[in-house]
């Protein structure tokens, strides 16, 4: 019999007493009784929070919302490229954002969410990626090798696709937090006999100036972005196809887990 007292206090007071049936008039006697007073903090936690023996929960809150937060971000920045650009935009600074948070997050967060517990040398990574696909891959209660480096490929390359978005806009639009940095003033005084004139002319040579300059940046930097929003969805199609097959080898719903945060333990 195990009793567990002190449910929801700071402290846990486990009692376990053994019983052993004997000879007599009540037919058991109590053979030892075991107190252990350790300071263990797990039932201060809620019930949904304590890791039993069956599971244990590895992806902390933070971890959670940012991944399905960026996954709706970068989706919807993906399919309205060519709906309001407003919306596209505000999906990709989020998607900058979460990203951002996610990386910080990698230095200073909960063991799992650790960039030290996840990034394994490229040996680790094929061989993980050999036997997954022979059906033998060993299982990692954080991310793989091979699911480790895919994290940082897909953060790496939301945030490029990011910068390129932002310098793309700043060309096009003459918007957002890069647009200073690349366009030139309509309106640049010309200095004569010590006056400051504002030509039309002035103005006319500017606007051509800056037409001409969006459309050789514009041009490329919309190649440049195009090229590397394609890129990552490959990257989270190839993403999607490993965790299924991770989920298959290993008969457990990864998906769940990032949902849940918890694990099965063995
Ligand atoms: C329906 C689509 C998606 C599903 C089902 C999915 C599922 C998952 C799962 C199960 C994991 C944990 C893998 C493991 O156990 O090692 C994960 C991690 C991750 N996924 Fe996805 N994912 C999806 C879409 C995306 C998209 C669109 C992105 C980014 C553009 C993305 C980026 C990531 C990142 C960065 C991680 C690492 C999580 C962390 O440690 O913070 N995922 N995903
Ligand atoms: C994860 C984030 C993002 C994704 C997946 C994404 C994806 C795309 C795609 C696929 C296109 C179409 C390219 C083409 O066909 O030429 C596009 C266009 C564009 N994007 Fe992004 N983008 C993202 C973030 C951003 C950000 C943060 C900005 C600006 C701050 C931005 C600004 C633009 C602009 C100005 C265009 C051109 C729209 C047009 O000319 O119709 N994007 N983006």
Same mark, same amino acid.
């Given at each position: 019999?195990?009793?567990?007292?002190?449910?929801?206090?700071?402290?846990?007071?486990?009692?376990?007493?053994?019983?052993?049936?004997?000879?007599?008039?009540?037919?058991?006697?109590?053979?030892?009784?075991?107190?252990?007073?350790?300071?263990?903090?797990?039932?201060?936690?809620?019930?949904?929070?304590?890791?039993?023996?069956?599971?244990?929960?590895?992806?902390?809150?933070?971890?959670?919302?940012?991944?399905?937060?960026?996954?709706?971000?970068?989706?919807?920045?993906?399919?309205?490229?060519?709906?309001?650009?407003?919306?596209?935009?505000?999906?990709?600074?989020?998607?900058?954002?979460?990203?951002?948070?996610?990386?910080?997050?990698? +230095?200073?967060?909960?063991?799992?969410?650790? +960039?030290?517990?996840?990034? *394994?040398?490229?040996?680790?990574?094929?061989? *993980? #990626?050999?036997?997954?696909?022979?059906?033998?891959?060993?299982? *990692?209660?954080?991310?793989?090798?091979?699911?480790?480096?895919?994290?940082?490929? #897909?953060?790496?390359?939301?945030?490029?696709?990011?910068?390129?978005?932002?310098?793309? *806009?700043?060309?096009?639009?003459?918007?957002?937090?890069?647009?200073?940095?690349?366009?030139?003033?309509?309106?640049?005084?010309?200095?004569?006999?010590?006056?400051?004139?504002?030509?039309?002319?002035?103005?006319?040579?500017?606007?051509?100036?800056?037409?001409?300059?969006?459309?050789?940046?514009?041009?490329?930097?919309?190649?440049?972005?195009?090229?590397?929003?394609? +890129?990552?969805?490959?990257?989270?199609?190839?993403?999607?196809?490993?965790?299924?097959?991770?989920?298959?080898?290993?008969?457990?719903? #990864?998906?769940?887990?990032? #949902?849940?945060?918890?694990?099965?333990?063995?």
């Amino acid at each position: 019999m195990t009793g567990n007292s002190g449910n929801g206090g700071a402290h846990s007071l486990l009692i376990r007493i053994k019983v052993a049936l004997v000879p007599g008039p009540h037919n058991r006697r109590v053979e030892a009784v075991e107190v252990d007073t350790s300071m263990s903090t797990v039932s201060s936690q809620p019930k949904s929070e304590v890791n039993d023996e069956a599971r244990v929960r590895v992806w902390d809150p933070l971890v959670r919302l940012c991944h399905w937060a960026l996954a709706a971000a970068f989706f919807i920045a993906y399919f309205t490229e060519d709906g309001p650009l407003t919306l596209h935009v505000w999906a990709g600074y989020t998607a900058g954002v979460l990203v951002a948070t996610r990386i910080v997050w990698g +230095f200073v967060g909960t063991r799992h969410a650790r +960039f030290t517990d996840f990034l *394994y040398g490229p040996r680790e990574v094929w061989r *993980y #990626l050999f036997d997954l696909l022979i059906f033998r891959a060993k299982r *990692y209660l954080g991310h793989s090798p091979a699911g480790g480096a895919m994290v940082l490929a #897909l953060l790496l390359g939301v945030a490029a696709t990011v910068w390129s978005g932002l310098e793309l *806009y700043a060309v096009e639009e003459n918007a957002g937090p890069l647009a200073s940095s690349s366009a030139v003033p309509i309106s640049t005084p010309r200095v004569t006999y010590g006056f400051a004139v504002f030509a039309d002319e002035d103005n006319k040579e500017s606007k051509a100036k800056n037409e001409e300059h969006e459309s050789n940046d514009g041009g490329i930097w919309e190649e440049i972005h195009e090229s590397l929003a394609n +890129f990552v969805l490959i990257l989270v199609i190839v993403h999607i196809a490993g965790v299924l097959l991770a989920s298959v080898v290993h008969r457990e719903n #990864l998906t769940r887990s990032m #949902l849940t945060g918890y694990k099965r333990r063995e």
